[in-house]
T-cell receptor, first 115, second 109 residues
Framework: DTGVSQDPRHKITKRGQNVTFRCDPI?????LYWYRQTLGQGPEFLTY????????KSRLLSDRFSAERPKGSFSTLEIQRTEQGDSAMYLC?????????????FGPGTRLTVL | GESVGLHLPTLSVQEGDNSIINCAYS??????FIWYKQESGKGPQFIID?????DKRQGQRVTVLLNKTVKHLSLQIAATQPGDSAVYFC????????FGQGTRLTINP
């Protein structure tokens, strides 16, 4: 158990609807990351937070995507006006404060299916 | 930019044999490499990591080798067991990780 939980585990939605996912790391995880994984591919970086500050966003993160970590603990990822191409596994990873020594540990992911 | 690739998409081994999974990388700027194991329907699970100041690191039944000259990384699993069946990813980076496509390891009884 990595201590990183995600909710929901599965989400099925219709095209055009908004969805929100949640990630809960343990308190020692200052850094929190979101990745997206499509079938047969490795995870791709979306964005990351150091405490409550969002420090980097990938070009994959279109304007329809927004992520927050308001209190530096849990994080949410919202997708507005979902498209079929958004169907993927959304993974959250968390790590301690030092990128030179602290490994990223992943949660179980949220599988999104857009119909 | 960074890219990480794997030599083979699938690997099939006999139970009890050793498995070797290979990975090539292009960016020498990042000095941190990680191997993850991903079972169906689950998130990636950390296996072992290595930094560029090392050539080899050993864990329980696993060894990671890093060849910086040819930008090559390998994961060796000793005495492969059925529970080792999964997709294995190499990843590079300290902040955002860059993953390869993965190698699916299948264990034959």
């Amino acid at each position: 158990d990595t201590g990183v939980s995600q909710d929901p585990r599965h989400k099925i939605t219709k095209r055009g609807q908004n969805v929100t996912f949640r990630c809960d790391p343990i308190s020692e995880h200052n850094r929190l990351y979101w990745y997206r994984q499509t079938l047969g591919q490795g995870p791709e970086f979306l964005t990351y937070f150091q405490n409550e500050a969002q420090l980097e966003k990938s070009r994959l993160l279109s304007d329809r995507f927004s992520a927050e970590r308001p209190k530096g603990s849990f994080s949410t990822l919202e997708i507005q006006r979902t498209e079929q191409g958004d169907s993927a596994m959304y993974l959250c990873a968390a790590a301690g404060a030092n990128p030179s020594t602290d490994t990223q540990y992943f949660g179980p992911g949220t599988r999104l299916t857009v119909l | 930019g960074e890219s990480v690739g794997l030599h083979l998409p699938t690997l099939s081994v006999q139970e009890g044999d050793n498995s070797i999974i290979n990975c090539a990388y292009s960016n020498s700027a990042s000095d941190y490499f990680i191997w993850y194991k991903q079972e169906s329907g689950k998130g990636p699970q950390f296996i072992i990591d290595i930094r560029s100041n090392m050539d080899k690191r050993q864990g329980q039944r696993v060894t990671v080798l890093l060849n910086k000259t040819v930008k090559h990384l390998s994961l060796q699993i000793a005495a492969t067991q059925p529970g080792d069946s999964a997709v294995y990813f190499c990843a590079q980076g300290a902040q955002k990780l860059v993953f390869g496509q993965g190698t699916r390891l299948t264990i034959n009884p």
